[in-house]
Each structure stands twice: as structure tokens, then as C-alpha cells.
């Protein structure tokens, strides 16, 4: 990973992100997530894990344990059949974000919704933070906005910013941070929200990002990310029908 413009901006590479793959599941991990991994030390801002999955159909996690985690689930393409020991249980679609902060606990399992003779994979982008506080009692959330990404807008998905508290369904567990989408038909364009730490990730298509290279501009093409370090004005502009998750973080771990 080599720095864009003077350490504020650096972009990953599809290809450049760690790869973990068995017979079932395909994992590609903007950081390393798979083993025994110090995902604080790895972090980029708050964001520790970042995994674009593929699940074969008729698989996927079987019922395990996290703490302290604020995870959100977005889902590209097929369906994740989710289970808690909370009681939650649900079909998560494209366009239905989910959050499940694990606080002092939870047991959890996610698998590819289709059966094995349907052969449908599952694509699915899955993002943890940790809570500004420990220990809290395990809460699960999701929100359909289809309808809010339909308008070539940024999507304010979930935050605990106290700017979002009226206007966001999903409440995040760290008051620093906050998560956006936007779908965007080629053309059209948003600004990203200006914050000490961003992470900008590209699940489909291509777009420039203005005010992101030394040229005054980069393309990014699906899988690649932006990572940030400074509170710069950016825009992204769409070339083709692209989708784009957005971090905002205004603290990083100590």
C-alpha cells in the first residue's frame, strides 16, 4: 500500500487485500482477519475488520461467541439467514442493513440462505468496530432503505454521532463513528463527510474521487478502498452503476 498524497490519503487494491479461502467460503480482507491477528494494531481509525465474502450455497458460520463488537452485515448479493442467542433471528437482503453489538456477549450464526442444489452464492461485506464502551448488554438492529438508496444520495446507514441521533433507524454503539452508503447511476456524485479517519470502500462499479490523488484525482475500481487521515473535502463520481460503503470516524483506538 503505497501513500497517494502525503499520508492523508492511501489506496488498497482489490488484489492487494489478504485472501483467506477453504471449501466453502471465499474471504477477501481489507485487513487480516483470519488467524490470530491483533485486529486494534491493524485498524485503520476505528474500523478493524472489513471482509468482502463469498459463501457457497447451503453454508457458512456455525454458531460462535464475540464481545464488545459493533458489526454491521451488508449484503451484496443472495441472503444470510442470522441467529442469536438473543432471540434474533432473520433473513438479511440487499438494501436490509444490519447491526448486532455483542457488549458483554453473544452467540451467533450466519449462513448463505439458499439451499446447495440452488447454487446461489452469497456476497456479503461484513464490518466491526469496537463500542466506546465495554460491556454492555448485546442489542441487534437492521433497517430496510432501499427506497433511501434508490435516490443516487449518501445514505446515512448507522451511527452513534449525536448529529444522527433524529434521522438514522441504526444506532451504532461508539459515539465516533458512522456508516453511509450510496448507490449512484453513472454521473451522479456525493461528498464524502469530512472526519479525521475515513474509509471509502467500492463493492461495484468504478468512480473518481476528487481531491484523492496527486492529480487531483484517482479512479477506483470494485474491491479497492480509500483510506484517510485527514478532514479534506472529497467528491465521488460515478462511471458506472457503482455501489459505495463509507466509514466516518472521528476517533482511532488508543
Known sequence: MAPTTAEAVRIVRSEQRYRWRNEWLDS???FPATGNFDLAAN???LLMVHNEDIVEAGAGFDTHQHRNTEIITWVL?????HQDSQGHSGLIHPGLAQ??????GILHSERNGALRHERQDLHVVQMWIPPDEDGRRPSYQEADIRAELARNELVTVASG????RAETAITLGNRYAAFHAARLDPGHSVRLPEAPSGHVFLARGAVIV?????DGELTLAAGDALRTTDAGARRITAVSPSEVLIWEMHATFA
Request: net charge positive; no cysteine.
Open 28 to 30: 477477501r480482507q481489507s
Open 77 to 81: 448479493e443472495g441472503t444470510v439467514v
Open 43 to 45: 485498524a485503520h481509525g
Open 99 to 104: 447491526r448486532m453489538s455483542a457488549g458483554a
Open 210 to 214: 476528487e481531491g484523492g490523488g496527486s
Open 161 to 164: 454521532l449525536a448529529r444522527h
